[in-house]
């Protein structure tokens, strides 16, 4: 017989709960939201005469309640209220009745006056189901057999390894200030150059069999032409959006997601619109992040020697476009809104948060985690002036900094030799209110410029910062003291 197994409870259960059946924890993070949160369980083609559960809450809090309702080839069989408890209690229900139930109604239609009458079940551990004389019971009491009763066959032991992999579809909302293109195709891309101010929805394909961190793109001279989803991240529809259908779309992707959250990254300098979209769904999928995930992608010029020209568009052309777009994030309806930003982009989030501050932003809503991974920023001037209005915007800021990292030191050369906030050299930007992460051990590309999306560590380290807001002390850093002041560092 095939059974369903629907779970219904609230978020305080959803977040603080155990809930095994048969041996087998299930995910609550996937469950929907309806009103309350619903978990679908389903045993195709199951013999076995019992399903046991195992409900518990490890944590201290009220008593709660967890509807339980049983379908058996489509119908319903009977539903109870169970009380979770701090001690984990094994329920074993018994599927009595279940074969006249299937006798009696299989060849029957699936309309509802052909269907069994239910009587309401009260609270406790016992349910049943009646029509006319015929009653099936659901009973939790245990047998002095169980032993005996719940062994599994020796061939159900050990389950075969799953070769499927499984691509995935990030929906990637944009905004950008690059000039617009269409393609040969039709297609819409944009180019490196300045431009109106777009916004609109990606699809990115992201490949199954991928290592965390790693980025695979199409060669540059297959950009827009390759759809090879099993190897590369592919770029697959790039759709614009008027303002009130954009920010819509994003309340109901936030919405539908348990945290109710948006992350917005800002890309560096020397990245193209495909490389700033794909990489924010890379860092989507790698963080497991179920909400709304956002990119601004200003206009870098996509060449190394054309440094100084990005600059003058990070700083400043691009400001007023981040700080709308945050506001409006804001009224989607996200509870949690975090930052990341790369090298360069640094300057426009900075830039844009200490401007909310001024406006007094931060008085109504504070950003939840800003994420600087290798600040291309005076080092000086980032802890005397921005630090501390960065601070009044966000619960937690979090700055990465390398001793490898090669571009930094470029353009610190370009500076006149001035230290960049993202760059460990004899000395590290420290800056009160902000966790500094010296993540020198885990630089491990080309440049040591992008380990923040390319190193397991770094992005275990960002998950747990967007997903459950750890201090250092509660993640794998270690503490370091330089002075009066502390720092932190990978083990």
Known sequence: MNVTIILEFAEEVRTRSVIVINGEKLDLNRSKYDGNFRLIYELKNYKHRYIEFMLYSPTDFTTRNIQITVIINGRRFGSMVEKLTRTPTVQKIKLSGSDEWERKYSEHSESESQLPKYRKVKKGSNWRTQQGTNESNVSTEPSEYSYFEKQKPREDLLSKKSDEVKNTEVEVFYATNRKKKITKKNRITYTNSRGDLSIGK????????????????????????????????????VSELGPKEFFNQIGEKVNFSPEKDAFLFVHGYNVSFTESV?????????????????????????????????????????????????????????????????????????DALRSLVDQGFNKDFLFNQIILAAPDIDAEVFVKQIAPKLVQSSE?????????????????????KILRAGKVTQEIAIADGIDTVDASKETTDLLGHGYFAHNSALIDDIFQLTRHGLSPADRNLRKKESGEHTYWEFW
């Open 278 to 350: 794909s990489r924010a769904a890379q860092i989507a999928v790698d963080i497991g992040f179920n909400g709304a995930p956002l990119v601004y992608s200003w206009p870098s010029r996509k060449n190394m020697f054309w440094y100084t020209a990005d600059e003058a568009t990070a700083s400043g052309y691009s400001t007023d476009d981040i700080i709308q777009l945050l506001i409006q994030i804001r009224k989607t309806g996200a509870e949690r809104i975090h930052i990341i930003a790369h090298s360069m982009g640094n300057r426009l989030i900075t």
């Open 202 to 237: 990606c699809l990115v394909s992201v490949p199954g069999d991928r290592s965390k961190g790693e980025f695979p793109l199409p060669a540059w001279y297959l950009f827009g032409s390759s759809t090879d989803e099993n190897n590369y991240i592919i770029l697959k529809e």
């Open 396 to 416: 937690r800021v979090t700055m990465y900094a390398s001793g490898g990292d090669i571009a930094l030191w470029f353009s610190a050369g370009i500076h006149g």
